[in-house]
């Protein structure tokens, strides 16, 4: 059993990529305040739609249906894990006709919150063509900030692409008419996972899913304000750490300095140290180059013994992220989508 867990970080540069309410004429971004300072974030909500935005055009979505009027709407989608890679491991909620099916998600992240306190800037602009000479022009506000975000991310692999169908508590990812077709058309067969019966998708698939996730994650686009305010929105870093357990221990490895975000050496290796037995493979590090100014090749040398052991890995996040897909399409990584616990 293994799961992927750690950190990704992003790099904002005078951007506001997820907008909060906003108040009169002013476009807010969504912040929260900690005693009395204020940190700007991106909420899990958001990343995910940029994650989901950004599969490959050849990766089909599952439809969204919408119904019903103000208090009473409902949105929900297929609700088809064994269609769909979205449903898969993103998770969803159905709820019709006295029915109900539920997959609570296998890729868990976090808010995407400022490493540090930030004073945000207020802009505005102005809306005056087409108006007549001596008239006022129309004014729009609007925030934007400078911040480096970071957030906890887990992925569940031994749950790609297998459905619980019963358990206490639990609501069922499918049903009967869908679980019939599931091992018709998708090949799924039964099995138990962490105690729970479960169809499960054969492993050529569930490889193909998690390699699209994680190359789709190193090509990310999205966010609010692009005519204003664009920016990359692909992980700046990204920390995976196959652990045999849900532990996340690399959750402070991205802190603030005197006077600059850091990433602390001294924390992760001691986490490293401490969770030793439960890694099951390299700890991966994607760190694109100018991030975090020249800390990157300093902890190169600093961990140039566990990069030669083939304990650490670092590179750009695009360059591990592709070779840890290509490793897990290429069935190197199976036992990872195996529970010992089932």
Not at 116 to 122: E, G, L, N, P, V
């Amino acid at each position: 059993m293994t799961y992927l867990v750690g950190k990704i970080a992003l790099d904002i540069t005078a951007g506001a990529p997820n907008n909060g309410r906003g108040e009169d004429n002013v476009a807010r971004v969504k912040s929260l305040l900690v005693g009395r300072e204020r940190f700007p974030y991106v909420s899990a909500q958001a990343f995910r739609r940029w994650l989901r935005d950004s599969l490959p055009a050849t990766e089909e979505r599952s439809k969204v249906t919408r119904s019903g009027t103000g208090k009473k709407q409902q949105a929900y989608t297929d609700g088809r894990p064994d269609k769909y890679l979205d449903d898969d491991l993103f998770g969803y909620m159905v709820a019709v006709k006295k029915e109900s099916y539920q997959r609570d998600t296998v890729l868990a992240t976090g808010t995407f919150v400022s490493l540090a306190s930030k004073r945000i800037t207020q802009d505005f602009g102005t809306m005056s063509r087409g108006f007549s000479s001596g008239e006022d022009p129309v004014i729009h506000e609007h925030e934007h900030y400078t911040a480096e975000l970071a957030a906890d991310v887990l992925f569940d692999l031994p749950r790609v692409g297998t459905f619980e169908q019963n358990g206490g508590g639990l609501r069922r990812a499918l049903g009967e008419k869908a679980a019939a077709e599931a091992k018709t058309s998708a090949g799924a067969v039964a099995t138990t996972l962490r105690g729970v019966e479960c169809l499960r998708l054969p492993i050529e698939e569930r490889r193909r899913r998690t390699g699209v996730l994680l190359r789709t994650f190193a090509q990310m686009q999205g966010g609010a304000n692009r005519a204003l305010h664009y920016g990359d929105r692909s992980p700046a870093l990204v920390l995976l750490a196959p652990l045999k357990g849900g532990n996340n221990p690399f959750t402070r490895v991205l802190t603030m300095g005197d006077k600059s975000a850091r990433f602390d050496l001294t924390t992760f290796i001691e986490e490293k140290r401490a969770w030793h037995e439960e890694l099951d493979g390299p700890i991966t590090i994607g760190w694109a180059p100018g991030f975090l100014g020249d800390q990157r090749e300093s902890v190169r040398r600093e961990l140039a013994e566990d990069i030669a052991a083939g304990e650490v890995v670092i590179d750009h996040p695009r360059v591990v992220l592709q070779a840890l897909a290509k490793q897990i399409e290429a069935g190197q990584l199976d036992s990872w989508f195996e529970d010992e616990s089932a």
